[in-house]
């Protein structure tokens, strides 16, 4: 069974850091790359990071380039999103999700993700 449980999320201070973990089961990580989204209330899922299943290649939103970084442990079959030098912004719901494609990550499209988790929150705020 294919399970993604995302978590980490909390409240957090601007110009703090957090480490989201993504925990994969049913499926494994050589096969399968993973992306990171994030989506506040009223507003459109946007794709945040992705790590390529094939080489390991990581990609960036603009909007988060230098603060976070992609990483992956198979062994433990887990992903890490770190997150530095946040900004004041509406929370928002971090979601994990993986794609058998290795290709094109950057486009962030949600439509090739294939299995998601339920999201871990995260809100900056003084």
């Known amino acids: 069974q294919v399970q993604i449980v995302e978590s980490g999320g909390g409240l957090v201070q601007p110009g703090g850091s957090l480490r989201l973990s993504c925990v994969v089961s049913g499926f494994s990580l050589d096969d399968y790359s993973i992306g990171w989204f994030r989506q506040a209330p009223g507003k459109e899922r946007e794709g945040v990071s992705s790590?390529?299943?094939?080489?390991?290649?990581?990609y960036y939103a603009d909007s988060v380039k230098g603060r976070f970084t992609i990483s992956r442990d198979n062994a433990k079959n887990t992903v890490y999103l770190q997150m530095n030098s946040l900004k004041p912004e509406n929370p928002a719901v971090y979601y994990c999700a993986a794609t058998r494609s290795g290709w094109y990550l950057q486009t962030f499209n949600f439509y090739d993700y294939d299995y998601w988790g339920q999201g871990t929150r995260v809100a900056v705020s003084a």
């Open positions: 790590i390529s299943k094939t080489d390991g290649s990581t």
